[in-house]
């Protein structure tokens, strides 16, 4: 059953704050790659629940690294998610004939994300990417890179024209997080949001934390 489509599994809840919650099962793609800040991937996959919703994962090569250097215990993926092999083409999501429902590059570096601006496609990660927009499906980007260049700032304007979300790991503080898994997931909390998940992580402006 996918997202859209009438069913009685499928519902909308609305919050007292008539935010639209998605409780359809989605096809969730969690992209990751070699950018600083790799539990702000563990911390959405942490946070995506598996049994409701189909979760695909696929790390570019340098993910990898990265993940070494940030990650002591390693990348952990929740039950049941899929991990693709970026370079291998056989995965659902390379063709526009099923494409996910949402790709969040997460971390996402300049390098990948100036690759999917211009249309390159030579791995799974940005065929997916590609696949996402011309297939008008939500494309998040959460980049992490300080300061900006012109070419940086380019790529997000053409990603923005093009369809993409542009969410930058900026956290936020008015939360007084404590930790450093706190300040991540005052980021994680907004992708949840443009996800349309329900998230408990980071109480809202002028709300109480449960
Ligand atoms: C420890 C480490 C941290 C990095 N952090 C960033 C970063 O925050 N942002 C960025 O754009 N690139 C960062 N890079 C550089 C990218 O990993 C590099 O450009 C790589 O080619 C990106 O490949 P990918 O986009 O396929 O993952 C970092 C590299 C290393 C080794």
Known sequence: MR?????????????????????????????ITGASGALYAQRL?????????????????????VIAEELPGGL?????????????MNAPFASGSNP????????CTM?????IAHGYSEDVLLRAADVVLKEKKK????????PLSL?????????LQAGATILPANPGFYSNPKTIQEVVD????RVLDHLGLPQKLVPRWSEERE
Not at 45 to 64: G, R
Not at 100 to 107: G, H, N, Q, Y
Not at 186 to 189: D, H, I, L
Request: aromatic share 6%; with cysteine.
């Open 3 to 31: 997202k859209g489509k009438a069913d009685s599994s499928c519902f909308r809840i609305y919050d007292l704050r008539f935010t639209i919650y998605d409780l359809c099962p989605l096809k969730i793609l969690v992209a």
């Open 45 to 65: 996959l942490d946070n995506l629940d598996s049994h409701a919703h189909e979760i695909h994962v696929v790390l570019s090569n340098y993910a990898q690294q």
């Open 76 to 88: 952990k993926l929740p039950p049941g998610a899929r991990l693709h092999n970026v370079k291998s």
């Open 100 to 107: 996910p429902d949402v790709m969040v590059v997460i971390p």
């Open 111 to 115: 390098g990948t994300m100036g690759r």
């Open 139 to 146: 494309l998040i980007l959460v980049p992490r890179e300080t």
């Open 151 to 159: 070419v940086h700032v380019r790529n997000m304007e053409l990603l």
């Open 186 to 189: 005052t980021v994680v909390a």
